[in-house]
């Protein structure tokens, strides 16, 4: 069964502190690994898809990296705004279109 | 407006009644899907749609019923609601399988 499994589960970080975010996917035949983070109260935004190991995407001071096994969001230089909740999620060829998602990482960065 | 919205945002119902959420969404995007999120769980799956009257469980499915007539909606049902359904739901929807999704704003539904 697919199954997605993110750590830690929660990460505190001084500002400027730069630090990674752990995907980890069990997933046949993966059709696309996807990032978005939450804000308290409000539905998930959508921040990075990757679909092959070796990719990359960045976006300001985010930047996602996928191999075989897992994926990574690195935080460079966070900042307090930065402070959310990051979800993984995973879509594989075998379960028809599902979209998986791990439990989430709680970050919060202090000033 | 374009993009996907659920109504209510906000429902307090008792032990035992039916109740609908409901999704909308203005992009004729093929995938819906429903989630619930409670502490400690992350999002879980509770239905997903590949199209209009395609359906198909997730990981909790137990308690709800979802219908797809239209593209466009995807409604979710608690047939009988019970305390442990209490939570936050939200529902998505996407273009395509490989696709990234996009969320509503969610709807946090009390069962006293």
């Known amino acids: 069964e697919d199954q997605v499994t993110q750590s830690p589960e929660a990460l505190r970080l001084q500002e400027g502190e730069s630090s990674s975010l752990n995907c980890s996917y069990t997933?046949?035949?993966?059709?696309?690994l996807f990032w978005y983070r939450q804000d308290p109260g409000k539905g998930p935004e959508f921040l990075f898809t990757?679909?092959?190991a070796g990719e990359e995407k960045e976006k300001e001071r985010l930047k996602a990296t996928l191999t075989k096994k897992e994926s990574f969001l690195h935080i460079t230089a966070p900042k307090p705004e930065d402070s959310a909740t990051y979800l993984c999620?995973?879509?594989?060829?075998?379960?028809?279109?599902?979209?998986?998602f791990g439990q989430g990482t709680t970050l919060q960065v202090k000033p | 407006d374009a993009g996907i919205t659920q109504s209510p945002r906000y429902k307090i119902t008792e032990t035992g009644r039916q109740v609908t959420l409901m999704c909308h969404q203005t992009?004729?995007?093929?995938?819906m899907f429903w989630y619930r999120q409670d502490l400690g769980h992350g999002l879980r799956l509770i239905y997903y749609?590949?199209?209009?009257?395609?359906?198909d469980k997730g990981e909790v499915p137990d308690g709800y019923v979802v219908s797809r007539s239209k593209t466009e909606n995807f409604p979710l049902t608690l047939e009988s609601a019970t305390r442990s359904q209490t939570s936050v739901y939200f529902c998505?929807?996407?273009?395509?399988?490989?696709?990234?999704?996009?969320f509503g704003q969610g709807t946090r539904l009390t069962v006293v």
């Open positions: 998505a929807s996407r273009v395509g399988q490989a696709r990234e999704a996009f």
């Open positions: 997933v046949s035949g993966l059709r696309g």
């Open positions: 999620a995973s879509t594989g060829s075998s379960n028809t279109g599902k979209l998986i």
């Open positions: 992009w004729s995007h093929s995938y």
């Open positions: 749609s590949a199209a209009a009257d395609i359906t």
């Open positions: 990757l679909y092959s």
